[in-house]
């Protein structure tokens, strides 16, 4: 609590003037003196003097404490004492008799004696007392005296960056800033290391600039002295702490030291060379005095609970980590201040960032991960990010396989970089440099085959089906680059998988009657394939699942085969999980694997309900089982026609199963047409046997003919994306075909919601893929769509586009609660061919989507099998603000862009993409169908950048 600054009411005294003018007169001077003998008084007061208000419960040893107590009642001037009160409180004498009230004043250490520290704690019981001479009134208080603390406070520094300005400085209880314009100089000298990192025994010095930064200090209150602080800079930086080598980079950059400042290379609190040349740089404050690098004593003056201690952190040509020290004060040279609970010191932790310039590890398209076959080699780049640094100045990194990270080690590949002599040849090496002026180079990596020997974790014979394909982690050598000038520090490092499955994988073939509908990539790199197979005698119908290795091979590791009792067609859709899971005091993995299908027969054990019914079968591997097996099966449907069409596992095993269906669920109602529902399955346990338990059903439709295009699971929470052909609800046409996005969350259909949106154009949506804040929407037609952004109400809008000269594709994105995001218009550049898109994606934020096209959807190239990915960024739209001219008001908005297109003439006109998976974010798993003399049906795989992995 601050101290009391006192005021001094005077007594205000009213004479009522009398009804006539000469009475007036008359009694106007015995009237005065009245006034003056008795203080305003007229009549003999009735109450016994009375003090008014309390005093503040603390003091602070060093600061002014007051209090104006006010008091009334008494018969004449009423007289003020202090009892059992501390020596360095009193009241203070006035001139004023005839005030009614007293002043406490005191400063606790200073008044009464100076006895410092020996006045604080509580003093109880202090009374203060008033009389009249015949009456008292008395006021009892306590008052605890604490110490004055001192606390420190200040930002992270960044190497380059001056501290920002207080508000305020100068002012009130506020120390001038310090000198904070322009840049000191410190001349720091390093070592210099041999290629091993040990010491050359060389030095080299340079002057370099300093930024000034802000410590600041603070009193809890203004003292009524002056405060003289000691204070230092301190890090637990050891040069004998090292890492194994006896000198050089071992020590000086060891693992205990690597993020420890050094004093007087990092920071200073004055630089060496400031008083070179013209112009003293950055001068001190009168209230600093600067002992040495990093110590110094702090003058507060009286009155003043703020002021600072200005560092200056030296701007030096080496890549680092954040680093770290500390300010302590250390002492109390003068003043009544305290130090901390214990007196004993105060220290603040504060750190340093670094800003020299990064480098970014990418693809040739940019991608921060990318895959490359065994035995090939690629190319990627460096791209350096200057920050503030020169263009004039040149920068090098030496390239880096983080052992922390990845899998693959120095057996699996070599890097290689350009010749300096011959810079298009590139040469094994791992040194890269950015000339002045350049921000990117260029190195490949080249990929070991060791397919003729393999070690054991990567023979298909061995244990290789169960490890994953192993990958690299390209970044920089920081422990080779430390306390070296110009390298550039690590930014993004490129994740880069080796493929192993390297030609294309047969998988399906129409004319020996087996059709993949599905496929998804599951455990170490693993691919599970879906697929009907027709019995040519009978004409009936199985649904199989192939397993396939990372490896691929001639055939399946597994199959998994079941008589589906049906003349339809199964089409049989796939979801995979794996999850960790406790088994009594262990944990092992648990691989999940659903396929669904629909059947107009009976599968084992079932009985058909009529129509087309849905069959759902779950299968599981554990641990170390060397296959997947049955857990359970079930068949069930409405009496119409279901048709199971996406699945999805949660984190608890769940099934999310959606699909279209003619019919009615138990307690759901058909809106007439097709409708389309979800329903969730849960396994239960009873008597030591599991088996399939529906725990909520939700259908929907608008009496229309409705279409499903994409599922999304968040947990417990259901996202249905589809097409519409009526209306949903209470929702509002738009016109022709609509689009449509349903949350359904707990128990189903009571906690539903739908938008129906969209334009009045009809609206088609091909496949869909939804994360956890957008979905993403992927269609074909006449016509393509574009963003308009509203700037009255400053929202994003869609827009439908005139008719083309060919079929073009789009890209929607919405958020989950229905409201539009962004859209972009995929289309060949002279409109000429048609796009048509079948299957989409996420992937690595991205989103790729796959179809054909009837020409040059490259440049240049034929029709043919198609892909593209598109990202998503955000783009800020300003509006001024009438309230605050100074302050706009920022709206984000998405905007989609396309980040790459390939096209693939060599498959063939006739080749379509059926389904497309992702492998670990870096390989887009295809399945993909064409004409070989009869249908066939291929997993294709292509990195990031579109590039195709496994050709002929």
């Known amino acids: 609590m601050r101290a009391n600054r006192p005021s001094r009411p005077e007594p205000v005294c009213f004479l009522k003037p009398a009804r006539h003018r000469t009475v007036f007169r008359l009694v106007l001077p015995i009237l005065m003196a009245a006034v003056l003998l008795g203080g305003c008084r007229t009549e003999k007061s009735s109450d016994a003097p009375t003090i008014i208000g309390t005093p503040p419960a603390t003091a602070y040893l060093g600061v002014e404490y007051a209090y104006n107590f006010g008091a009334y009642g008494g018969d004449r001037i009423l007289d003020y004492s202090l009892t059992n009160a501390p020596a360095w409180l009193g009241l203070e004498d006035t001139s004023n008799k005839a005030r009614q009230g007293i002043i406490l004043r005191g400063v606790p250490g200073v008044t009464g004696g100076g006895r410092g520290e020996a006045d604080l704690g509580a003093h109880d019981n202090i009374n203060l007392t008033t009389t009249d001479g015949g009456r008292v009134g008395v006021e009892a208080f306590d008052i605890d005296v604490q110490e004055n603390t001192v606390s420190i406070d200040a930002p992270d520094y960044t190497e380059g960056e001056t501290g920002a300005a207080v508000e305020g400085a100068g002012e009130g209880e506020i120390c001038v800033l310090p000198e904070m314009s322009g840049t000191g100089r410190h001349e720091v000298t390093y070592d210099l290391y041999n290629e091993d990192g040990s010491a050359s025994g060389d030095t080299a010095s340079r002057v370099l600039e300093t930024r000034p930064v802000l410590v600041t200090v603070r009193l809890a209150e203004p003292s009524v002295l002056a405060t003289r602080l000691a204070f230092e800079l301190e890090s637990d930086f050891d040069p004998a702490d090292c890492d194994g080598g006896a000198d050089g980079q071992a020590c000086e950059f060891s693992t205990e030291n690597l993020q420890l400042v050094q004093l007087g290379k990092d920071v200073v609190l004055a630089g060496n060379r400031n008083g070179s040349g013209t112009r003293e740089r950055l001068p001190q404050p009168d209230y600093v005095e600067v002992i040495d690098d990093t110590s110094g004593v702090l003058t507060v003056p009286p009155g003043i609970t703020e002021c600072f201690i200005r560092l200056e952190v030296v701007d030096d040509p080496f890549p680092e980590p954040t680093e770290h020290f500390r300010l302590a004060l250390t002492e109390v040279r003068e003043g009544l201040v305290s130090l901390g609970s214990d007196g004993d010191g105060l220290g603040e932790a504060l750190s340093i960032s670094d800003n020299a310039p990064t480098v970014n590890f990418q693809s040739l398209e940019g991608h921060a991960a990318s895959a490359l076959n065994e035995g090939a080699t690629g190319r990627f780049q460096a791209v350096l990010d200057r920050g503030d640094a020169p263009a004039s100045q040149a920068y090098s990194v030496r390239l880096f396989n983080d052992p922390d990270v990845a899998e693959a080690g120095a057996a699996d590949f070599e890097f290689r970089v350009p010749d300096p002599e011959a810079p298009e040849t590139f040469v094994a090496g791992t040194d890269l440099t950015f000339p002045a002026n350049e921000d990117t180079a260029y190195f490949e990596v080249a990929a070991v085959d060791d397919s003729a020997a393999p070690p054991a974790s990567e023979d298909p014979a061995g244990d290789g089906p169960d490890n994953g394909d192993e990958f690299l982690s390209v970044t920089v050598d920081a422990s080779y680059q430390n306390g070296r000038a110009f390298y550039a520090a690590a930014g993004t490092p490129l994740t880069l998988w080796l493929n192993e499955l390297t030609s294309p994988l047969l998988v399906g073939d129409a004319a020996a009657g087996s059709v993949p509908s599905d496929l998804v990539v599951g455990d170490n790199g693993r691919v599970f394939v879906a697929s009907s197979l027709q019995d040519d005698a009978s004409g009936d119908y199985y649904a199989t699942l192939d ?406």
């Open 547 to 952: 397993i396939y290795d990372r490896f691929g091979g001639s055939a399946p590791e597994q199959t998994l085969t079941v008589a589906t009792g049906s003349t339809v067609a199964p089409e049989p859709r796939l979801a995979f999980a794996q999850r960790v899971i406790e088994a009594g005091s262990e944990k092992r993995i648990r691989r999940s694997l659903v396929m669904a299908f629909r059947t107009d027969g009976a599968v084992p054990g079932a009985t058909s309900r009529g129509g087309l019914d849905q069959a759902v079968y779950l299968y599981r591997r554990d641990a170390d089982e060397p296959g997947y097996t049955e857990v359970w099966h079930r068949q069930d449907g409405t009496g119409g026609d279901e048709t199971p069409l996406a699945i999805r596992l949660n984190t608890s095993d769940q099934i999310f199963l959606a699909g279209e269906t003619t019919g009615a669920w138990p307690g759901q109602s058909r809106r007439g047409g097709v409708d389309v529902f979800v329903q969730r399955i849960d396994t239960v346990t009873n008597n030591g046997v599991e088996a399939p338990e529906t725990a909520w059903t939700h259908q929907q439709g608008s009496g229309a003919a409705d279409g499903l295009a994409g599922l999304g699971v968040d947990n417990l929470t259901t996202t249905l994306v589809g097409t519409t052909l009526g209306q949903i609800g209470n929702q509002t046409p738009l016109g022709g075909r609509d689009l449509f996005l349903s949350r359904v969350t707990g128990a189903g259909s009571d906690d539903a919601t739908t938008s129906q949106v969209g334009t009045a154009r009809g609206d088609t949506a091909n496949a869909a893929d939804i994360d956890d804040t957008f979905a993403w929407l992927v269609g074909d037609g006449a016509f393509g769509y574009s963003q308009h952004i509203d700037e009255s109400e400053y929202v994003a809008e869609l827009v439908a586009g005139a008719d083309g000269r060919s079929g073009t594709g789009y890209v929607l994105t919405y958020e989950l609660d229905g409201t539009f995001d962004s859209a972009l218009t995929l289309n060949d550049g002279d409109d000429l061919s048609d796009e048509r898109w079948s299957a989409a994606a996420g992937f690595d934020g991205d989103l790729v989507i796959g179809g054909h096209s009837s020409g040059a959807f490259v440049e240049g190239s034929g029709g043919g099998l198609i892909l593209a990915r598109v990202g998503r960024e955000e783009q800020v739209v300003i509006e001024d603000n009438e309230d605050d001219p100074d302050s706009p008001i920022e709206h984000r908005f998405g905007r989609l862009l396309e980040r790459g297109r390939d096209q693939y003439p060599s498959l063939g006109t006739g080749a379509r993409l059926e389904r497309l998976a992702v492998y670990e974010n870096a390989e887009i798993t295809a399945l993909v169908s064409r004409n070989a003399g009869g249908r066939i049906y291929e997993v294709l795989l292509f990195n990031g950048d579109g590039e195709w992995l496994n050709p002929p």
